[in-house]
């Protein structure tokens, strides 16, 4: 479905306790994206990486850290720095960088208490 | 950076009538402009897309146009189905942008009913 990964579906964490989000591809695109999702504000770039090992801050990347060690794997890790973490997180990939049809996973609705 | 404006926030139309979606951005350097699909509780699906060396793009009932001098895009669907329902979300990135990424911004979707 899509080709893109995100697990688990349904996250629930305690206030100060970071957490990460698991974000897999079998498409062997270069690029990989972190989008962040709340009512009424469409979707907001948290980090992108166009190459393995090399990784840049989108729009809203306070609180939030990646790693791309692997082609394949983009996990997002939302710190307790993050104010307002509870939001749906959607990863994305496309085939090179600027200009390439988005393609993104079925998301993760993290819930913070 | 880039600023995407979209409008209607919700719409309503009658199954079988049309439904126009506005979006304008800022830069005017930006030159992709890609048209997603939202269903209810699941993930974001292009459905056309557009470069900003054409001003029209069709397919089947869907259709986007642009005008680069006043910096806006347009939505166009036809004959709409209740299936349509959905959020759309428009984006504008800049094309070929070395070591830019794809960096899309979004427009703040619409909310498109189609009665019966």
């Known amino acids: 479905d899509g080709g893109i990964t995100q697990s688990p579906k349904y996250l629930f964490r305690k206030e100060g306790q970071n957490v990460t989000l698991s974000c897999e591809q079998n498409l062997n695109h270069d690029a990989m994206y972190w989008y962040r999702q709340d009512p009424g504000q469409g979707l907001r770039l948290i980090y992108y990486s166009q190459i393995v090992n090399d990784f840049q801050k989108g729009d809203i990347a306070e609180g939030y850290s990646v790693s791309r060690e692997k082609k394949e794997s983009f996990p997002l890790t939302v710190t307790s720095a993050q104010k307002n973490p509870t939001a749906f997180y959607l990863c994305?990939?496309?085939?090179?960088?600027?200009?390439?049809?988005?393609?993104f996973g079925n998301g993760t609705r993290l819930t913070v208490t | 950076g880039e600023n995407v404006e979209q409008h209607p926030s919700t719409l309503s139309v009658q199954e079988g009538d049309s439904a126009v979606i506005k979006c304008t951005y800022s830069?005017?350097?930006?030159?992709?402009f890609p048209w997603y699909k939202q269903e209810l509780g699941k993930r974001p699906q292009l459905i056309i897309d557009i470069r900003s060396n054409v001003g029209e793009k069709k397919d089947q009932r869907i259709a986007v146009t642009l005008n680069k001098t006043a910096k806006h895009f347009s939505l166009h669907i036809t004959e709409t189905q209740p299936e349509d329902s959905a959020v759309y979300f428009c984006?504008?990135?800049?094309?070929?942008?070395?070591?830019?990424?794809?960096?899309?911004?979004f427009g703040t979707g619409t909310q498109l009913k189609v009665e019966l």
């Open positions: 984006a504008a990135s800049i094309r070929g942008l070395t070591g830019g990424g794809n960096k899309l911004t």
């Open positions: 994305a990939s496309s085939i090179e960088g600027s200009g390439s049809p988005l393609h």
């Open positions: 830069d005017s350097a930006s030159n992709y």
